[in-house]
């Protein structure tokens, strides 16, 4: 699962010595724990061997046990059928019909931002027993203060009973715009890992699951606190949402909501203007809305763009006004509205601020999504980050023209089927070769490419 707060991970060089050490403490040779190795087979172990604590500052498993829930409490110990495997339909985990959610919220006192999209085409995926599985492909990007954070690209299935099974992630943790690791990634079938539920087909208060559960490399145990719950949405009540509470490595525990229409709705505590929160901004087709985009929020986007392009105290106010004007004409999400009016505030004390500019055209694209298709929204995320690409090269930021060239890909990932073959070409090459200027820290060379990738974008169909 690819929530910021939860990821406590075992370092990859530790993986043998952790399973042995798992084996060790279980008297089981291969480190099962609680019926882990078998279940894909439906064949589980009914009593509790123990699953170690992981210290969060050094990666390693202690002699400690997590307090995980018995066996007989687990509604995910019998072997899922899929027979018709890529319409993920689930109200509470509806992959299929949910095309992009953006989240917001704050992480360790940052901005976070999140958009998770659901790409084109499958995935075929073999389990232990050599079943061959398809799964769809969700592609998750982690923004923080505006910078990439972590991108992966999730693979789900639903079973014939309804029940949504978690079979991977390819994981990449960035650190100032390039790859610092790719811990957490992991794949069913791959090392004895099983297909893993993340969502019952019906769940009930009281049902244990664990959408992870590969112990001492990853692992989650969820409970069900609650069913049948109504939480505030972006535009109105939500009915039939379910609250669960999350066992980590570490041995800490976190609350989520799951909500009909979104799928994970909320991470964490509160909204508060500092307590750490991810939660749904909005999400389409279930927040769109018919009818052209409002002018007030066209005049809002070509002043943020002013004010994200040409910096200045004259921009920032003028993008404020815009906002001032927007907010009173429409409905905003509140979660959204927040961090708007917290970025355009950061921005007028200083105007020359590359990530609060930035942040606050994130904010304005991510409107538009209500009114407009996620391909249209998503070539105008690509042009955003193309003229980032050029702001940042000027600046001789390294690091930050990696991260960028790093969401142009993630874009042109969304982008690219659908793309006339020439158009398509072209614009791989010259993404490519941005890839490659940004790899070699040649920000100038990266920077002269920003124009030609605006110029390729805009030969891109979107409707």
């Known amino acids: ?25 279980s008297g089981t040779a291969n480190g099962t724990a609680n019926g882990t190795a078998n279940e894909a087979g439906g064949q589980a172990t009914k009593s509790n061997t123990c699953v170690h604590v992981v210290d969060e500052n050094t990666g390693r498993p202690g002699s400690d046990c997590l307090p995980v829930a018995p066996a007989t409490d687990r509604v995910d110990l019998t072997e899922p059928r899929f027979t ?7 109200p509470l985990h509806p992959t299929s019909e949910v095309d992009q959610t953006i989240y917001g919220g704050q992480v360790d006192g940052k901005p976070f931002r999140t958009e998770v999209s659901t790409l084109p085409g499958t995935k075929t995926i073999t389990l232990a027993d050599g079943t061959s599985v398809k799964a769809l492909i969700q592609q998750y990007a982690a923004y923080s203060d505006g ?21 991977g992630e390819d994981v990449f943790n960035y650190e100032d715009g390039v790859v610092a690791d790719t811990d957490g990634t992991w794949m069913a079938g791959r090392e004895g890992a099983p297909a893993a539920m993340i969502m019952p087909a019906r769940p009930e208060k009281g049902d244990v699951y664990r959408p992870e559960n590969l112990p001492e490399i990853v692992f989650e145990e969820v409970t069900v606190r609650a069913v049948d719950q109504t939480v505030d949405g972006p535009y109105g009540k939500v009915e039939g949402a379910l609250t669960v509470r999350e066992l980590h490595m570490d041995g800490s525990t976190e609350d989520k909501v799951f909500a009909p229409g979104y799928g994970e709705f909320s991470t964490g505590g509160t909204a508060t203007e500092t307590g750490d929160l991810e939660a749904v901004s909005l999400a389409v087709p279930t927040d769109a809305k018919s009818g052209p985009v409002p002018a007030a929020l066209t005049a809002l986007e070509r002043a943020v763009r002013a004010a994200h392009t040409d910096p200045g105290a004259g921009t920032a106010r003028a993008a404020s006004a815009a906002w001032t004007a927007y907010r009173a004409s429409d409905d905003v999400p509140a979660l959204l509205e927040r961090q708007m009016t917290r970025d355009l505030a950061a921005l007028a004390k200083a105007p020359e601020d590359r990530s609060a500019a930035l942040r606050v055209a994130q904010n304005t694209t991510d ?29 001789g930021d390294a690091g930050a023209v990696a991260g960028d060239v790093t969401s142009l ?29 940004a790899d070699r ?17 805009a030969k891109v169909p979107v409707l």
């Open 147 to 167: 910078r990439i954070n972590e991108v992966a690209l999730d693979w789900f299935a639903q079973a014939d009973d309804g029940s949504v099974w978690y079979l």
């Open 441 to 457: 820290e040649d920000v100038t060379g990266a920077g002269e490419l920003a124009h030609r990738l605006l110029a390729d974008i």
């Open 84 to 90: 018709h495997p890529t319409p993920v339909t689930n």
């Open 409 to 437: 890909e993630l874009a042109w990932e969304r982008l690219r089927e659908g793309t006339p073959a020439a158009t398509a070409n072209t614009l791989t090459t010259d993404l490519g070769a941005a890839r490659d200027a």
């Open 1 to 25: 699962m690819n929530t910021q707060q939860r990821r406590v991970l075992l370092p990859a060089t530790a993986v043998t010595a952790a399973a042995l050490l798992a084996g060790a403490c």
């Open 367 to 395: 409107l538009r999504l209500r009114y407009e298709p996620p391909r249209t929204v998503d070539a105008d995320r690509f042009g955003l980050w193309a003229r980032q690409l050029g702001i940042d090269a000027a600046a």
